[in-house]
């Protein structure tokens, strides 16, 4: 569940902290109060996407912050800690997003992440609903995604979808090979003179990698060596030498010794030196000797780079983009040296894939065959207390001409809200409202098979009357005994039922407007429901009153 939300600076909302507490919780206030800047903080730590226009006025960041009490997390925590992130500890998720006029940043159990995580991860701990959102219930896809949560059939859904992407990439490479034109002898020459000239030029990864230096190096041998010659003269060369001059320094010290006893620290640091500048007169002696302004190994070396610029023009700009160009062509000659076996072997590869799909979407079609019949009972069951008391609904399951990507048959969701009419497809129902008390009689359907933590519904109760209203708010409470639920509501009848009843309004502080969030008990929850109401007076709170008390 939400267990804490802190937003600062986000529109008109300064400073909030909130505590939401657990089962029904019921939001109102008057329009323009802030309602939608609670839900826009919470779609922020969803991932949603963050602009600076949403920062209040005179501010240069705004902070979004949710802490998550889980009472599962093994799957979460070695999702994160494959992403690097820390594990959740005590069950306690933290994110965090910051906004600022240059960009946004974002946070788990404090760690940064990127906004593709971030969804991912909050897909899985909060599912909101707002009235336009009820329009996906109409794609063909998210009702499929339904039945098979009603099912329970995610080891068969997983078995399916490896069957079926071995089966396309079979599938691909037989096609692939039948299509191509490798045995145009015109294609194959030019294979066999890429590989020829890859291979003939001979290479190494060991040359490659210091063939430019060897050529700078001799390019150039004449200044480097008038520059390390006199270099070695000056580390050795005569009595002014840096060693001659060291050595006599020994000497000195030595006599200094036997002087003063005292003096011998110093002596050890200086053969120190001298060993030291050994070295390097001998490195650089070497380097010299080693140097070379031989014209015909310049011209070799000038060749070799000119050969190697050549390829790499043609096939990579490096070696190892090289290499492989080489042996993908290879590999394209061993095809079409061995077309018509390979060909043969593909076609047994798909063909056995195929039958191995076919055995995993006949499982996978009657486990969501097995469980249409009772998600239509299930449904019609909450679609009468939400006001559809005479209303059908099929899930229908079409077979599919070839597997798709999801099984081997299409759904599709019909239902007729009143007797006597016939049976269409979610798509065809144009009333919003008809469409929000759908939603929620699937959601409660499936109430027992969605482990999501938090179901947030804004406003899906407009356009619906007082009584069905009433009705709404009655699901809402029962889905509250699984979940956390958080409704945004214009309907007293809704948020009279919430075990929680928060209200947002609007205030002016030192010259600015700020949102503030309370929760209201007792006769401040019958006064705000009495505003709701559009009513004053003794009969006004008589009916707030009434509200509040629950159906037996």
Known sequence: MLALLKIRNLALVDEL????????????????????????????????????SMIRNGESQCSIEAIFHLSATDELNAKLEAAGVSGCEDGELLIRRVITATGNRQFINNCPVTQHLLREVAGGLVDMHHPEAHRSLTSQQRQLCL???????????????????????????????????????????FLRHQVEEIESAGFTAQEVSGLEERWQRARNASRLRDTVLPMVQMVDGDESSLLATLRRLVRCGRDLERLDA??????????GMIDELEDVGQSLQTYADELCSDPAELAELE?????????????????????????????????ADNRDERLRELAERERARHDELVKAAGALSAARRRAAG??????????????FRQSLFEVQLQPLDEPGPQGAEAVDFLFGPNPGEPLKPLRLIASSGELARVMLALKSALAKQDDTPLLIFD??????????????????????????????????????????????SKEVQDGRTVSRLREVEGDARVSELMRMLGMSGASAEAHARDLLKLPD
């Open 374 to 387: 009772p998600l239509q009972r299930e449904f019609l069951e909450h679609a009468r207390h939400l006001g």
């Open 17 to 52: 902290v909130w505590e939401p507490g657990s089962g029904f919780l019921g939001v109102t206030g008057e329009t323009g109060a802030g309602k939608s800047v609670i839900m826009g903080g919470i779609a922020l730590v969803m991932g949603e996407r963050a602009d600076k």
């Open 262 to 271: 005292a003096t011998s620290r110093w002596l050890a640091p200086l053969e």
């Open 459 to 504: 406003e899906i109760d407009a356009n619906v009357g007082g009584e069905i209203a009433r009705a709404v708010g009655l699901k809402m409470r029962e889905l509250g005994r699984d979940h956390q639920v958080i409704a945004i509501t214009h309907f007293p009848q809704v948020a009279a039922l919430a075990n929680h009843h928060y209200l947002i």
């Open 303 to 335: 060749a070799r780079i000119a050969l190697l610029d050549s390829l790499r023009r043609k096939y990579g700009q490096d070696w190892e983009s090289i290499q492989a160009h080489g042996e993908a062509c290879r590999r394209r000659l061993d095809e």
């Open 147 to 189: 039945l098979d949560a009603f099912a329970e059939d995610a080891a068969l859904l997983d078995a399916y979808h490896s069957a079926y992407r071995l089966w396309a990439a079979a599938r691909q490479a037989h096609r692939e090979l039948l299509e191509s034109e490798m045995a145009n002898e015109r294609e194959l020459d």
